[in-house]
């Protein structure tokens, strides 16, 4: 399955709150936005790591869309423990949740709803505000960072 998935290219993201006195912040590559009216977005998340526990007691989140430049900050918060946010100059939304410092874009959410799904538990975001900046994602695929490249023609609409 884990080989299979891994041919759909995703972008990077991290996932911070703050919960018991203390940021977390964990690497996620499972982020579907789910309904425009009202914005809904779904993070998958690990069950039982600490970030994934914070969050959920927290109440909300900020989802990071990460540059192609951010790869080491990826790397950072996919680790296991220790403190991901030692030396970064940490920013503050509105609901006093840390945001990455110069990610692509951020969206500050509420927690809607969380629901158990095997391993993971996917977590539903109630959409407050977003912040975008100019940039090239941060792709991954087949287990890799990868470049997503925007190609020069306009997309085909398809109607069905």
């Known amino acids: 399955m884990r080989q299979t998935m891994?041919?759909?290219?995703?972008?990077v993201a991290v996932?911070?709150?703050f919960a018991d006195?203390?940021?977390h912040g964990?690497?996620?590559n499972s982020l579907t936005s789910v309904s425009l009216d009202p914005p809904l977005l779904l993070v998958c998340l690990d069950h039982g790591a600490r970030s994934a526990e914070a969050v959920v007691a927290?109440?909300?989140?900020?989802?990071n869309v990460l540059s192609k430049r951010q790869q080491a900050v990826a790397l950072r918060f996919a680790e296991r423990g220790g403190d991901h946010f030692a030396g970064l100059e940490l920013e503050y939304g509105e609901h006093a949740v840390p945001v990455v410092p110069n990610a692509l874009a951020h969206l500050e959410c509420d927690v809607d709803r969380v629901v158990e799904a095997g391993d993971h538990v996917?977590?539903?975001g109630a959409v407050l505000d977003v912040c975008a900046r100019e940039g090239?994602?941060?792709g991954f695929y087949g287990g890799r960072f990868s470049d997503v490249v925007q190609h020069g023609a306009e997309p085909v609409h398809w109607f069905f």
């Open 6 to 11: 891994g041919r759909f290219a995703t972008g």
């Open 15 to 17: 996932i911070t709150t």
């Open 21 to 23: 006195d203390a940021p």
């Open 26 to 28: 964990m690497t996620v």
């Open 58 to 63: 927290a109440g909300r989140f900020v989802v």
């Open 122 to 124: 996917i977590v539903l």
């Open 136 to 138: 090239d994602p941060l």
